[in-house]
Each structure stands twice: as C-alpha cells, then as structure tokens.
C-alpha cells in the first residue's frame, strides 16, 4: 500500500477517480470550491459552516457524494492562513500528509485534486509542484517489507493524480517529476534505516550503493576492512574490530557535465548497530540503533537522486560503515587511535564511535578532494535530541556563509535543522593529556553536542568550509508529522538534495 503521484493537464472532472480533494486555505471564498459544482450539484456553503470547516491547519471533512450513481468521497482539506504575505508551505506538506493517511484509512484507491496556485505560497509552480509530488509520496511510505499475513490483502496502491489547476505546466510538470526523484531517495532511505540490523550489514549497504551507482552512472570506490587498515583509517578500523562484520568505506562521485563546476563533500556515519561496544548501552537505549546508519544512508541515496537530476554541481558522497559491537578484538576504553590525517585520539568511552568513523571520513575526503564545501550527517549524540527535540536536526559550523546555505536549504526543503553555538568555549572539553584529543567531553562542559562537533572539526583539512548535522534528534520516531510514519523519517535526504540543486557559489 503505497501512493503513486501522476501528473496531469486535464481538467479535474476528466479525470475518473474514488476521491477528490478540495484544498482550501482559511477565508476561502465559494468560488475557491466551485469546481465541486462538476460533480454535484449541491450548496456547500452552509454544510461547510455548519461543520465549522474553515481551512484551519490541520483540518478535514471528509464526505461522500453520489455522482453518475457512483459514490465518491470528498475531502475538504484545510491548509491554514497566511503568515505574512503568502501561506505557509509546511502547513501544506502537512495538509496533504493528512489526506494520504485519510485515503489510506479510508481505502480510497485512486484521488484527484488540483494543485493550488504556487504564487499564493510565494513561490514558483515548479518548486510547489516538486513539493507535492515528493510529499505525497513519502506520506504514503509504509515499511512492511517483514509482514507476511498482509492486514488488508485488498489493499492496493493510492493513485494521486494531480490536475495543473491554474499554474505554469511547463515548470510544474520539470518539479513534479524532480519531486518524485526526491521522495524516492527519502524512501529508500528510510527502507535502509528500518531494515534490521543483522540484515542490513555494512557489505550490504556497500553492495547496494555499489548497484545504484551502476544503474545511475555514478563513480563508485568501495574499500574493506584490509585496506581501511592500510590506508591508517584506525578510527573506522577500530571500531570494527569488535564486530565479525567486515567494514566499508563507500566513496560515490557524481561529475556534473559542466566544466569547472564546483564540488560538495557529503560524510555520512553508518554505524549498522551501535550496542556501544564495551561503554556498553543500556537495553532500551540499545533498542532502535539499527538506526544509527541514518547518515551513510542518506549521503548515498541523496547523490543518487542528484545522479538523476544532474544539477550543475559535483558531488563526492562517502560513509564510513561499521558495526559497533562487543567481540573479543574490541576497541577498549584507553585505547588511543590514530586516523587518516594522522592526528591522534584517546577513547574514554567506546560509545562514542560516530566521531571516530567520521575523523577518518572527514580528513580522507577534504585531503583527496577539493571541495567547495563538505558537510558530515551523523546520528551522533544522545544530547542532541534534548538539545533541538524532534522536529529539528542540530548545525553545527563555523563558517557562516555555508551554514546559511545549509540553513536555506532546510527551510525550503522542509528538512529544518537548528543552529546551536559553536564557540571556541566549548573545545577545551575535548583536551587530552596523552593524546592530541579524547573522545568525549568533559563533564563540565556538557553539551555533547557541540563538544562532539569540535572533535569532527579537527578533522576538516585545507580549509574546506564544513558544517555537521547532528540527525540523532530527527532521524526516527519523529511524532506528530501527518507526512511521517513510526520508524525512520529520511531526515536530511530533502536538504542535501536542496542543497546541491541551489548551490550558488
Ligand atoms: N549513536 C549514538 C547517538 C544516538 C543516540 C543516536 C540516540 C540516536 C539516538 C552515539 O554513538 C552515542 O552513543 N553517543 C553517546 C556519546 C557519549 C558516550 C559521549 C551519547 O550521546 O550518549
Ligand atoms: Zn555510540
Ligand atoms: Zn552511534
């Protein structure tokens, strides 16, 4: 039970379907709805008063109607008011997130609506039509890929056809299209982070990564544990060394067919199953760390769908994969490591092992590349969920110009990330006295966030602009979206692809 988008031209009524939705914003006016009088020939305006449906965010009615002796349902889908000038487009993601989840509930296995005006959102059809198509289509995800007795077998896919409307159909169609590509990589993704973890092994993620850079004529670099070894990458060795499960560092290279384009760097932490190794996790923290590949899962699939949208910029991806687990090699509390770059760090506490993986990642990537700019995803502190709470990811950089990209890219993906201070202050937590740094910060400097921030930094080589996105907050069981599901949300997917679509040097 999934939704397919379908694009269309056609005006609503020529389209044959079991719902239509009427999508209306607070202080509609009857003629906002007349299309409705296609279909029927009945006065809304007081059953609309009467239910009290005003457009308020949020809201729905939901009736059926009888149309050439057929019953079809109607919905009434509210998409809230103007916050100054324009309405407000998360309301919107919001509003259709609330419609599929409705259908699906509702069996309704084909809907039409027309897409609202893009210019009553401040924007162009073309960014409005890619929002709709990839949101409809990350509502509808649902991971059943283990449930054999299906709940409902008659339960077939949502088709969602959406009409034009009055828009600009050249760049709606060019966005719609783009929208699908986006919703595809956020759902693979997500497919990726629910999987369980001792079916999703680190050469599992490298074998797939390595089929879709084939399939979309992307440059694909895979090394193993050996030669992650050879290269000096103790970081990711390490911590490898308490899993029977063989390591992988995954290297993705899309080549815009622009010459002298710009480059981005995308590091992705791909921690399989972090149990904590021998710093221990308590069982119910332990419980949704097959979770903890969120960042390598999504550098991978947002370059693939970059691969299909060929924007104007390169993009080299690359995650460093690994279990974190409790063998008889294991990483020990003590242990000092050293990574690619050669600098050197104590390990106070083997849970601490995104930063690890990272250190090397970060310094093999700014080393071997010249980026523009190079930004790390990792689901890496606990801290961070108490920090931003679930409906944002934590930024972390010091260099202003591309976290106000990074920023931007958020808001207009609706991927939101919350910028947390990261002042020199908060270094010397870092500070060891028989290594160049420790992994974990001193406890009287507690904003693990930001003190994990400051051990990646040390890692960014030649000056490369970088930021951090701390996912841990964002990337799973995130409550109250009408648009997500329980389980993994495809966190940063949408910005990194936003990202490197408006990249303006
Ligand atoms: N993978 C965890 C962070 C995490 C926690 C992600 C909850 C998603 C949800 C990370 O490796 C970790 O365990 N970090 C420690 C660091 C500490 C030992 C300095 C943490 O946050 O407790
Ligand atoms: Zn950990
Ligand atoms: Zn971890």
Known sequence: MKIQTVWSEKDIHEVESQGIAILLAEGFTPEDYAVVAQFVDTDFAAYLELKKFTGAAGSMLA????????????????????????????TYRRALGTLVTTAQAKKIESLVFAMPQATQYGVKAEFFAQQTSSILEIAGYKYDAFVTKAQDDTQKDVVVTVCCGTNDASGARVGFKTGQIIAQAVNRERDWVNTPPSRLTPTHIADMAQELATEHGLKATIFDGKKIKELGMEGLHGVSRGSSQDPRFVILEYKSKKADAPTLGFVGKGITFDSGGLSIKPANSMEEMKEDMAGAGSVINSIVALAQLQPDVNVVAVAAITENLVGPDALKPGDILRFYNGKTAEVRNTDAEGRLVLADALSYVTKNYTLDAVIDIATLTGACIYAVGPFFSALLSDNTNFADKVKAAGERSGDRVWALPFTPD????????????????????????????????????NNTPWAHLDIASSAYNVPNISYYRPGATGSSVRLLIDLAMQWKA
Do not use: H, Y
Request: charged residues 25%; positive net charge.
């Open 63 to 90: 009736l059926p109607i009888i149309q050439n002796k057929k019953i079809t349902k109607l919905f009434f889908v509210g998409c809230g008011k103007k916050d100054n000038e324009n309405l407000n487009i998360e």
């Open 426 to 461: 908060f270094k010397t937590a870092i500070k060891s006295e028989i290594a160049d740094m420790q992994n974990v910060g001193s406890p009287s400097i507690a904003a693990g966030t930001i003190t994990a921030a400051w051990f990646l930094r040390e890692f960014v080589e």
